[in-house]
């Protein structure tokens, strides 16, 4: 209402003539409101027309579902307007109604409630642009797509005499000419973004900032339905990176960061505390709109908006460099070269959630791989078993979740145990029990024991199933990141080792005498499994493996076998297991100090077997070893290099990502998409 009035305190009242004074969905088609926007004329701003136009009450689809219907039943209308629209021009007159909208509730941003009729003709308008804003998307080419957007020219409707001098803002300045904007995309984006900046979350206005983040995630999809070379992004992403929203980048940033980890907003008091009375599309009473719904869509349109290599025109991406610099939000703490600060206790509790979901993971990942203040606040946590063990409880259900989601826990625990001091920390803390672990009751396990345990658990599955070289090479860098910091294992812990060890060194046998048999021409037969080089490659992968566990056996007794007694018990326990690759080509360099510290070992028991005259009982065998491993000389070991395996992201890892979030984003979202349209490889 205020936009056409040139005194704001004068209200319009409500008339029951807009789109959707009921809610009858096959009625759209033929509204004569929505026709006439979807015409050939141009409809000048202080037609009384948009004012009907926009005074409905309806309500926002809360699933897929229901914006299907939605967008069903006003495909001719979409279509049409795609087509009418960059002759009248009437997107961008919509644009300048929005803008006019949003700055004039920016003048009431201090206040308790804005008015909720103001809100219910801004969330209107909204959810008009984005309806028609999702057609021309799929519909069009980026190009075509783009100039939805452009107004041939500027339309005087009127002369503007002295209303020229005030302010934009001003519905006096606006009435008697349409104001076009030279990119309608940027300042449309711009004022979706001061809107969500300066508005706190609250249920009287949820409906609204949901639109904004939905409108600009809709001019995003674009490329998912004409995806432009790797080179090229899509105009309205590039107006996004380098526009003037883009000023707006750390702030945006911010924003969609504290929403995606905000608290749950308190519930209302009554139906008349929502926005405004819903009109559902069943006859069932409408519940406030989603807040968890909310925050998942400002967590998405983050990765969305900081997934892109560069803004497109070679400089950095502002949205990835401000969610990569922000820091802790402290007293004392260093800023000088953070984005923005928050409270990273808080981010912390937010990540220790119950259950990590694939999109908070997401988030872990980002955070981890590219913000250093974020990932120096995780690593000196005291208490980071509560990070880590719903991160551990997805990695051991794998079966229940997507590779993906498994994946991307996997590298964080190879980021993480990249630092000694969380390799060695790891196993000082003790759990006092498991519930969540099946193969046996596990008490007063480390939880450096448990996700050695839960990697195993991973390694075994993918040996049997899955057969995933990468995932073999990341769960064994795991590993080796900690086996100089192996300590005080829990006896089931060494056994689970040196019986996983030991079922990969019989399969190896096992090969090697089938790829004999191939060659000999005794086995195999005309399938690619029974070819010479397919049993070539299932040999050298296992040898690989091989190597590798005994690279990591050679740097827990070299590093850390003082403090690892138990390890060193099964080691000796399981000696028969290593005799064959004393003279193996491939492994015996790997075996010489595993049989130095073993051979050693197995001579003293024998002495003191011959002393008491009995075979020595578990007990003393562990008394012999403590014994042994504190007096055994460092020189007498053949020194191993230091175990290090860094994560480093691929060159462009949009090509990964982007296709990633938006397959997350069509999970979570209430919005409907036609996947069978997108072009985008998912």
Same mark, same amino acid.
């Given at each position: 209402?205020?936009?056409?009035?040139?005194?704001?305190?004068?209200?319009?009242?409500?008339?029951?003539?807009?789109?959707?004074?009921?809610?009858?969905?096959?009625?759209?088609?033929?509204?004569?409101?929505?026709?006439?926007?979807?015409?050939?004329?141009?409809?000048?701003?202080?037609?009384?027309?948009?004012?009907?136009?926009?005074?409905?009450?309806?309500?926002?689809?809360?699933?897929?579902?229901?914006?299907?219907?939605?967008?069903?039943?006003?495909?001719?209308?979409?279509?049409?307007?795609?087509?009418?629209?960059?002759?009248?021009?009437?997107?961008?007159?919509?644009?300048?109604?929005?803008?006019?909208?949003?700055?004039?509730?920016?003048?009431?941003?201090?206040?308790?409630?804005?008015?909720?009729?103001?809100?219910?003709?801004?969330?209107?308008?909204?959810?008009?642009?984005?309806?028609?804003?999702?057609?021309?998307?799929?519909?069009?080419?980026?190009?075509?797509?783009?100039?939805?957007?452009?107004?041939?020219?500027?339309?005087?409707?009127?002369?503007?005499?002295?209303?020229?001098?005030?302010?934009?803002?001003?519905?006096?300045?606006?009435?008697?000419?349409?104001?076009?904007?030279?990119?309608?995309?940027?300042?449309?984006?711009?004022? $979706?973004?001061?809107?969500?900046?300066?508005?706190?979350?609250?249920?009287?206005?949820?409906?609204?900032?949901?639109?904004?983040?939905?409108?600009?995630?809709?001019?995003?999809?674009?490329?998912?339905?004409?995806?432009?070379?790797?080179?090229?992004?899509?105009?309205?992403?590039?107006?996004?990176?380098?526009?003037?929203?883009?000023?707006?980048?750390?702030?945006?940033?911010?924003?969609?960061?504290?929403?995606?980890?905000? /608290? !749950?907003?308190?519930?209302?008091?009554?139906?008349?505390?929502?926005?405004?009375?819903?009109?559902?599309?069943?006859?069932? !009473?409408? !519940?406030?709109?989603?807040? =968890?719904?909310?925050?998942?869509?400002?967590?998405?349109?983050?990765?969305?908006? =900081?997934?892109?290599?560069?803004?497109?025109?070679?400089?950095?991406?502002?949205?990835?460099?401000?969610?990569?610099?922000?820091?802790?939000?402290?007293?004392?703490?260093?800023?000088?070269?953070?984005?923005?600060?928050? *409270?990273? *206790?808080? $981010?912390?509790?937010?990540?220790?959630?119950?259950?990590?979901?694939?999109? *908070?993971?997401?988030?872990?990942?980002?955070?981890?791989?590219?913000?250093?203040?974020?990932?120096?606040?995780?690593?000196?946590?005291?208490? +980071?078993?509560?990070?880590?063990?719903?991160?551990?409880?997805?990695?051991?259900?794998?079966?229940?979740?997507?590779?993906?989601?498994?994946?991307?826990?996997?590298?964080?625990?190879?980021?993480?145990?990249?630092?000694?001091?969380?390799?060695?920390?790891?196993?000082?803390?003790?759990?006092?029990?498991?519930?969540?672990?099946?193969?046996?009751?596990?008490?007063?396990?480390?939880?450096?024991?448990?996700? +050695?345990?839960? +990697?195993?658990?991973?390694?075994?599955?993918?040996?049997?199933?899955?057969?995933?070289?990468?995932?073999?090479?990341?769960?064994?860098?795991?590993?080796?990141?900690?086996?100089?910091?192996?300590?005080?294992?829990?006896?089931?812990?060494?056994?689970?080792?040196?019986?996983?060890?030991?079922?990969?060194?019989?399969?190896?046998?096992?090969?090697?005498?089938?790829?004999?048999?191939?060659?000999?021409?005794?086995?195999?037969?005309?399938?690619?499994?029974?070819?010479?080089?397919?049993?070539?490659?299932?040999?050298?992968?296992?040898?690989?493996?091989?190597?590798?566990?005994?690279?990591?056996?050679?740097?827990?007794?070299?590093?850390?076998?003082?403090?690892?007694?138990?390890?060193?018990?099964?080691?000796?326990?399981?000696?028969?297991?290593?005799?064959?690759?004393?003279?193996?080509?491939?492994?015996?360099?790997?075996?010489?100090?595993?049989?130095? +510290?073993?051979?050693? $070992?197995?001579?003293?028991?024998?002495?003191?077997?011959? /002393?008491?005259?009995?075979?020595?009982?578990?007990?003393?065998?562990?008394?012999?070893?403590?014994?042994?491993?504190?007096?055994?000389?460092?020189?007498?070991?053949?020194?191993?290099?230091?175990?290090?395996?860094?994560?480093?992201?691929?060159?462009?890892?949009?090509?990964?990502?982007?296709?990633?979030?938006?397959?997350?984003?069509?999970?979570?979202?209430?919005?409907?998409? *036609?996947?069978?349209?997108?072009?985008?490889?998912?």
């Amino acid at each position: 209402h205020y936009f056409i009035q040139s005194n704001l305190s004068c209200v319009v009242s409500r008339v029951e003539m807009g789109v959707a004074a009921s809610c009858n969905l096959v009625s759209l088609s033929t509204n004569p409101h929505l026709v006439r926007l979807s015409s050939v004329e141009a409809i000048p701003l202080q037609d009384s027309f948009w004012e009907e136009l926009l005074d409905f009450s309806f309500p926002s689809p809360d699933n897929s579902a229901d914006s299907r219907l939605l967008e069903e039943s006003v495909d001719e209308i979409c279509c049409n307007f795609c087509k009418n629209n960059p002759t009248s021009g009437n997107m961008s007159t919509l644009i300048s109604i929005v803008i006019s909208l949003i700055k004039h509730a920016l003048t009431h941003v201090s206040e308790d409630d804005i008015n909720k009729e103001e809100l219910e003709t801004l969330y209107n308008s909204l959810l008009i642009i984005r309806t028609l804003t999702k057609k021309t998307t799929l519909s069009l080419s980026l190009e075509e797509s783009a100039q939805q957007f452009v107004t041939p020219d500027i339309v005087a409707m009127s002369q503007p005499s002295a209303a020229e001098n005030e302010e934009p803002s001003s519905p006096t300045a606006l009435q008697g000419r349409v104001v076009r904007y030279e990119t309608s995309v940027d300042e449309l984006c711009f004022y $979706l973004f001061e809107f969500l900046v300066n508005f706190p979350v609250k249920q009287s206005t949820i409906q609204v900032h949901s639109e904004c983040v939905k409108i600009v995630t809709t001019l995003m999809s674009a490329q998912l339905y004409t995806p432009p070379p790797s080179s090229s992004p899509s105009p309205h992403i590039t107006t996004l990176m380098t526009g003037r929203c883009s000023t707006l980048a750390p702030l945006v940033t911010l924003t969609l960061l504290t929403n995606a980890i905000h /608290e !749950p907003l308190p519930a209302p008091t009554s139906v008349s505390s929502y926005l405004w009375s819903y009109v559902p599309f069943t006859a069932a !009473p409408k !519940p406030p709109y989603s807040d =968890s719904a909310f925050f998942k869509e400002c967590l998405l349109l983050l990765y969305l908006l =900081s997934s892109h290599s560069n803004s497109g025109n070679g400089t950095s991406n502002p949205y990835k460099r401000a969610l990569n610099t922000f820091g802790h939000k402290e007293p004392g703490s260093n800023v000088a070269d953070t984005c923005f600060v928050i *409270d990273l *206790d808080r $981010l912390y509790c937010y990540f220790c959630k119950a259950e990590a979901s694939e999109q *908070d993971t997401l988030l872990l990942y980002t955070l981890l791989q590219g913000n250093v203040n974020v990932k120096a606040f995780l690593l000196s946590r005291t208490d +980071i078993e509560r990070l880590l063990l719903p991160l551990l409880r997805v990695v051991y259900d794998a079966e229940t979740h997507s590779t993906h989601h498994m994946y991307m826990i996997l590298i964080i625990l190879l980021i993480l145990t990249h630092d000694d001091h969380f390799s060695s920390y790891v196993h000082d803390l003790t759990l006092p029990s498991v519930s969540w672990y099946k193969e046996r009751v596990l008490s007063n396990v480390s939880v450096g024991g448990l996700l +050695i345990l839960v +990697i195993l658990k991973t390694i075994q599955t993918n040996m049997t199933k899955m057969r995933d070289k990468y995932l073999h090479t990341n769960c064994l860098a795991t590993l080796a990141n900690m086996s100089s910091k192996f300590h005080s294992f829990h006896p089931y812990v060494a056994e689970k080792v040196l019986n996983l060890f030991t079922t990969i060194v019989r399969k190896y046998g096992k090969i090697r005498s089938t790829l004999l048999g191939v060659e000999n021409g005794t086995e195999g037969g005309d399938t690619p499994e029974n070819t010479i080089e397919y049993w070539e490659c299932e040999r050298e992968t296992l040898e690989d493996i091989i190597r590798m566990f005994l690279e990591i056996f050679n740097s827990s007794i070299c590093y850390s076998g003082k403090n690892n007694p138990v390890f060193i018990y099964e080691l000796l326990h399981k000696r028969e297991v290593f005799i064959p690759f004393q003279t193996h080509p491939v492994f015996s360099d790997l075996i010489i100090n595993i049989e130095s +510290i073993l051979g050693y $070992l197995n001579s003293k028991l024998e002495e003191r077997t011959e /002393e008491q005259g009995i075979s020595v009982s578990v007990d003393c065998v562990m008394v012999v070893i403590e014994e042994v491993v504190r007096q055994w000389p460092a020189d007498r070991l053949q020194k191993t290099p230091l175990l290090k395996f860094e994560y480093v992201e691929e060159t462009r890892p949009e090509e990964f990502f982007l296709p990633y979030i938006w397959t997350l984003l069509f999970s979570n979202s209430n919005m409907y998409w *036609d996947t069978t349209r997108i072009s985008l490889n998912l």
